[in-house]
């Protein structure tokens, strides 16, 4: 694996710091800002709705520009937006940051993603964005349980600024390492002719491509619908104090880690029987968890074990998306960043609305494992429909030939 993709998950683990930490943020917040916790939870949701949103709209707007400039240039941004975060006494005006920040993250993560499988062999793409991922992953392990314990010793907004200096050496990182023009890219195709934005667009009608999709948003909007609400769940449904919070926290981002290595090891090989297992298995474990979400034990073995499953099946199905994407290069990461960003608006916008309806802390638990059911669902029609597809109709029966009698 080129160094340069390892170097680019530098960059991935700030961006995820930030995706994430809110999930040990979000009553601190809530609190200082005067609003109610399903409010603070539509922060997660604007930031996923700037990544959905963004990569498709940076990626078609970045396709002429050089990816180290570029990668810089939405670095810097989010280190702005993250100071402004940091400052304001406005709800109003973070969730505008937030937003802000995720259009950046976003252009980062397509032209990122674009960039890293361009270094890679063609059957490789699963090993990169499992390196890249990982970066995810790590800032589920120490950079969200940071956050959490940053704001619980000085308030969330030590947590904002603490992106804002990760994200510094990213960029240098970004500047040194990148490559002006990796190999693939429109803006270094020399030796052809310019890739057509709307032939790459056209690919989106292929229905492998769009079913991968969907599959997508449902397994990560059951992943953020529960993770956005963890911090609660732990301290009034299992009446584990607040200090437990980053340590579980922790707990899941190793599962997450240990989750997207098994993807990166599966995912170009054996896809079908991991995302098979692992989608029942994810889809009764999120059930299991609502059921059992007030014994502290069952909280200790779920957690880490629903970020493992979430993670594999989640980066799998990324992975599926670059392939089934082969025909838009350019694309084919915003495809897969918006995929996994519907899913984490929906999630915590879902969770927000049944805590609000009153049904409890449980109740993103339950949305959880409905939303991977739904996943599972999808997938077996379509499996049906293929299979109906392929089938070559019968073979007509051979006329019948009659011996004339002789005269």
Not at 65 to 91: E, I, N, Q, Y
Not at 259 to 273: C, L, M, Q
Not at 332 to 359: E, M, Y
Request: hydrophobic share 60%; net charge positive; proline share 7%.
């Amino acid at each position: 694996m080129p160094p340069t993709v390892h170097l680019l998950a530098l960059a991935v683990f700030a961006q995820g710091t930030s995706e994430f930490m809110l999930a040990g943020l979000v009553p601190d917040i809530a609190a200082d800002l005067g609003v109610s916790l399903s409010e603070a939870g539509l922060l997660t949701s604007a930031f996923a709705v700037g990544m959905a949103v963004g990569a498709p709209l940076m990626a078609l707007l970045c396709r002429r520009l050089p990816p180290r400039a570029t990668l810089a240039a939405f670095l810097a941004v989010f280190v702005l937006v993250h100071v402004v975060g940091a400052l304001t006494g406005s709800f109003a005006v973070l969730l505008a940051t937030r937003v802000a920040g995720a259009l950046a993250n976003a252009g980062f993560m397509a032209v990122g993603l674009t960039t890293a499988t361009a270094l890679v062999p063609a059957d490789a793409k699963g090993r990169a964005l499992s390196v890249l991922l990982g970066g995810t992953t790590l800032a589920c392990v120490a950079g969200v349980p940071g956050g959490a314990l940053l704001g619980q010793l000085w308030g969330w907004r030590a947590a904002f600024w603490a992106v804002a200096l990760v994200t510094l050496p990213a960029i240098a990182a970004v500047l040194t390492s990148v490559p002006g023009a990796p190999k693939g890219a429109e803006s270094t195709a020399t030796d052809g002719p310019p890739l057509d934005a709307r032939a790459e667009l056209r690919v989106l009608r292929a229905p492998r491509l769009l079913v991968t999709l969907l599959l997508g948003a449902l397994v990560n909007g059951a992943t953020f619908c529960s993770f956005t609400f963890l911090a609660p769940v732990i301290t009034e449904v299992a009446g584990l104090g607040a200090g437990a919070v980053p340590g579980l926290l922790a707990l899941f981002g190793i599962g997450s880690f240990l989750g997207v290595r098994i993807g990166g090891r599966f995912a170009d090989t054996r896809p079908v029987p991991l995302l098979a297992g692992g989608g029942v298995a994810l889809a009764a474990g999120w059930a299991v968890f609502a059921l059992s979400a007030a014994h502290p034990v069952a909280v200790l073995v779920l957690v880490p074990a629903l970020g493992t499953l979430s993670f594999a099946v989640g980066s799998t199905l990324i992975s599926q998306v670059l392939y089934a994407a082969a025909g838009a290069p350019t694309l084919a990461g915003s495809f897969a960043t918006a995929c996994l960003n519907i899913g984490a608006a929906a999630g915590p916008w879902l969770g927000g609305v049944v805590i609000a309806a009153g049904l409890g802390l449980r109740s993103p638990l339950w949305v959880s494992a409905a939303l991977v059911t739904a996943a599972l669902l999808t997938a077996a029609v379509a499996a049906a429909a293929r299979a109906r597809t392929a089938t070559p109709p019968p073979a007509a029966p051979a006329p019948e030939v009659r011996a004339v009698p002789e005269a």
